[in-house]
């Protein structure tokens, strides 16, 4: 088991294809099955940068990824602040296969992008995440 609870409306996504060192840079956006750790669609939607994301970065595994999302939503819910809701917890895969967390960005720009990534997004955000949900 995953350790992923089924009722998170979860896809986590990777940036990819910067030529920097950071992921500013990136040119590749995909969604990653955060049960087996392999992209599993594209994220052209997500930002201009990436609307000609290729097709060879799908299927691609990235190892750690239930890890990061139980902790990430572990970390998420021992926050003292009731009214923080949303958080997009970013995190990096380094070159020894290890997740590292390195910031968590209040998600307010970058959440209805996220919300309108499928139909279970949209009724979890209203039902649990949101204001009319509590």
Same mark, same amino acid.
């Given at each position: 088991?995953?350790?992923?609870?089924?009722?998170?409306?979860?896809?986590?996504?990777?940036?990819?294809?910067?030529?920097?060192?950071?992921?500013?840079?990136?040119?590749?956006?995909?969604?990653?099955?955060?049960?087996?750790?392999?992209?599993? *669609?594209?994220?052209? #939607?997500?930002? +201009?940068?990436?609307?000609?994301? &290729?097709?060879?970065? $799908?299927?691609?595994?990235?190892?750690?990824?239930?890890?990061?999302?139980?902790?990430?939503?572990?970390?998420?819910?021992?926050?003292?602040?009731?009214?923080?809701?949303?958080?997009?917890?970013?995190?990096?895969?380094?070159?020894?296969?290890?997740?590292?967390?390195?910031?968590? *960005?209040?998600?307010? #720009?970058?959440? +209805?992008?996220?919300?309108?990534? &499928?139909?279970?997004? $949209?009724?979890?955000?209203?039902?649990?995440?949101?204001?009319?949900?509590?």
């Amino acid at each position: 088991s995953s350790g992923i609870n089924a009722e998170w409306p979860l896809r986590p996504g990777v940036w990819a294809g910067s030529a920097s060192e950071t992921s500013h840079g990136a040119t590749n956006c995909y969604m990653i099955d955060p049960h087996t750790g392999l992209t599993c *669609n594209y994220g052209k #939607w997500y930002n +201009p940068n990436f609307v000609n994301t &290729s097709s060879e970065g $799908l299927g691609v595994y990235y190892p750690g990824v239930a890890e990061a999302v139980v902790t990430a939503v572990e970390t998420h819910e021992s926050l003292p602040y009731s009214w923080l809701n949303v958080v997009g917890w970013d995190c990096m895969v380094t070159e020894d296969s290890d997740i590292v967390f390195f910031e968590g *960005n209040l998600a307010a #720009w970058r959440c +209805p992008r996220r919300l309108f990534l &499928s139909l279970s997004n $949209l009724i979890y955000f209203i039902g649990y995440i949101s204001w009319v949900g509590n």
